[in-house]
């Protein structure tokens, strides 16, 4: 399996506010990465930022990647539309997509849901309980509930995207806020899921139980042996016209 984690990397690179560099020395992608390689042994992991040669989304790059992972904050419209495009054209393709924390304003989330992806908002630095509503898939597997989350940003309803194919986790903060903070998708081939703990400003990535979510959602997304390919256009009825 091959994984790339892709994190924009603009805090860390530009504005280094000090939780960041404190949390996350090398960057929330390599604690992304460090995660998933100490529960995916077997896999590939790399990384790519925004700064990276093709903005860390090439084509031959895509093309070797089962799975990705996406984090962005603040840099969301400094990915060009056809850079867009194109990871787009390979999820539809059957490559899977997990989309993380504010990445659901990226403009390739709002791409592949059609919405505004609006939500509600406030950063108070408090608790978060991630509580498992569908125990049985997946994506839960070995997952408490809840899963306590003592300082985070708050996201909550309504959440502007598409009816889910699976609502898996939802998350309740001090504030009394609620938030479906776990969602899965298909688009074409592609199976994307949707995880929203994980702010810069809190040390969420080096949760292991946040760790397990991740993998989980990695394999669940992966598209395994299945070939890959946009399904193509066929008319039923070409042949029959040919032959009359």
Known sequence: MRVLVWNEGVHEARQQPANIGYYYPSGIHGAIADLLSRRLPDAKISTATLADDQFGLAENSLDQTDVLIWWGHIAHEEVPHEVVHRVQEHVL????????????????????????????????????????????????????????????????????????????????????????????????????????????????????????????????????????GVTPVVNPNQGWFESS
């Not at 809840?146 to 959440?159: A, N, R, T």
């Not at 298909?186 to 809190?202: L, V």
């Open 93 to 228: 393709g059957g490559m899977g997509l997990i989309v993380l924390h504010s990445g659901h304003h990226s403009r390739l989330f709002r791409a592949l849901m059609g919405t505004t992806c609006n939500l509600q908002w406030r950063n108070a630095g408090e608790r978060e309980l991630v509580w498992t509503v569908a125990p049985g898939h997946p994506i839960a597997r070995g997952i408490p509930s809840p899963l306590v989350i003592p300082h985070q940003e708050m996201y909550g309803e309504h959440f502007d995207v598409p009816r889910p194919d699976d609502v898996v986790f939802i998350s309740s903060f001090a504030g009394g806020e609620v938030f479906r903070s776990g969602l899965t998708f298909t688009r074409g081939n592609g199976r994307i899921f949707y995880f929203s703990p994980g702010d810069q400003d809190y040390p969420v990535y080096l949760q292991p139980e946040i760790g397990d979510v991740i993998a989980n959602g990695v394999l669940w997304a992966s598209p395994g042996d299945s070939p890959r």
